[in-house]
């Protein structure tokens, strides 16, 4: 079976640039969520979403930072312009939406802000 | 406030038993996950707790005490591909939004 799939895997770009990147869920996954890890912060959850709508975006950090979930089966995170404080690995997560069942986590991207 | 907490590193010898504790306090609670991450991997499921008590899983267990916000996981026989760091997780109440403690590396020598 397929897991969550993240693109880009690696992103090197220069700061003030357009960044997004791109998840796609486990197939009947009904929540998902972005998550951003760097060495400081650790695990940092950004926004997630149920059943295509977000529930909790209080972890975003500014403005600069936005997520949509066009359909069950897609979602995005860009940042707009980006930092070099962006810098970090973001996963993308989905799990099934019952209490019990844990977050499968994508491979991550791996953004670097020049 | 939501604040879990556990030792930044471990280290232990191959063929041993670990101990990794996390405390958590937290505004709710619906489970506690522990996740593996190994360097430069995506974190990967290991254990779930709701209730008190003992969890065991082949070499891994998870232990819950809900009145004292705690838990632990206890590797078994330890081996070097257990080198990663371990991550603890607390799910809230009335939704699916899980906190991340900062993780324990655990470094397995021969």
């Known amino acids: 079976d397929a897991g969550v799939i993240q693109s880009p895997r690696h992103e090197v770009t220069e700061m003030g640039q357009e960044v997004t990147l791109r998840c796609k869920p486990i197939s009947g996954h009904n929540s998902l969520f972005w998550y951003r890890q760097t060495m400081m912060r650790g695990l940092e959850l950004l926004i997630y979403?149920?059943?295509?709508?977000?529930?909790?975006d209080s972890g975003m950090p500014e403005d600069r930072f936005s997520a949509k979930m066009p359909n069950a089966s897609f979602s995005t995170l860009k940042i707009q312009p980006s930092e070099p404080r962006d810098s970090a690995v973001y996963f993308c997560?989905?799990?099934?939406?019952?209490?019990?069942?844990?977050?499968?986590f994508g491979d991550g991207t791996r953004l670097s802000i020049l | 406030g939501q604040n879990i907490d556990q030792p930044t590193e471990m280290t232990a010898t191959e063929g041993a038993i670990v101990q990794i504790n996390c405390t958590y306090q937290t505004s709710g609670f619906n489970g506690l996950f522990w996740y593996q991450q190994h360097a430069g991997e995506a974190p990967t499921f290991l254990s779930y707790n709701v209730l008190d008590g003992l969890e065991e899983k082949g070499r891994f267990s998870s232990f819950l005490s809900r009145s004292k916000g705690y838990s632990y996981l206890l590797l078994k026989e330890l081996q070097m591909k257990d080198s990663a760091s371990y991550l603890c997780?607390?799910?809230?109440?009335?939704?699916?939004?899980?906190?991340f403690g900062a993780g324990t590396r655990l470094f397995v020598k021969a």
């Open positions: 997780a607390v799910r809230d109440t009335g939704g699916f939004k899980t906190i």
């Open positions: 979403f149920n059943n295509n709508v977000p529930i909790d």
């Open positions: 997560a989905s799990s099934p939406g019952t209490g019990n069942q844990p977050q499968h």
